[in-house]
């Protein structure tokens, strides 16, 4: 599918321009894969860091199971430290899928324990994406 924007910037009132329900039409695939840019957006560097990509069938009740390698999958990947005021971008490794199925792909940033507790908490840290494979 196309590349998504999940923010639009670091100020206050950016915001996610992310699809609802509707799922993202893929052309047929084998495979997808997230390529996140991660933005730190203070003025401390955050040590650490590190990007889990989620793969979970999202099938309605009653569709018949995909092949057990395209159900679901994680991998994890570590940015290390990203500087203030800087982005790293990754790309994450593929993960399996099979035509004719939904998908929610999460992407989550970890936050390190001293920013969950302040206000926001770990607001933006994570986005989902609801896919189509065409079959």
């Known amino acids: 599918g196309a590349p998504g924007t999940v923010g639009t910037g670091c100020g206050v009132n950016a915001e ?8 993202s039409q893929l052309a047929p695939t084998g495979t997808v894969s997230a390529d996140p840019t991660v933005t730190n957006c203070g003025t401390v560097d955050e040590p650490g860091v590190s990007v889990t990509q989620t793969l979970a069938l999202a099938d309605p ?3 018949a199971l ?16 990203i500087r203030a005021g800087t982005s790293v971008a990754l790309a994450m490794p593929s993960a399996v ?12 940033v970890s936050v390190p324990p001293s920013q969950q507790s302040r206000a926001g908490g770990t607001a ?12």
């Open 16 to 23: 996610s321009t992310v699809a609802g329900m509707t799922p």
């Open 61 to 63: 009740t009653g569709t």
């Open 66 to 81: 995909p092949p057990a390698a395209a159900r679901a999958s994680s991998s994890r990947l570590r940015a290390g430290t």
């Open 97 to 108: 899928v099979a035509g004719g199925h939904r998908y929610t792909l999460t992407v989550s």
């Open 124 to 135: 933006g840290t994570s986005q989902q994406f609801l896919i189509q494979v065409a079959g």
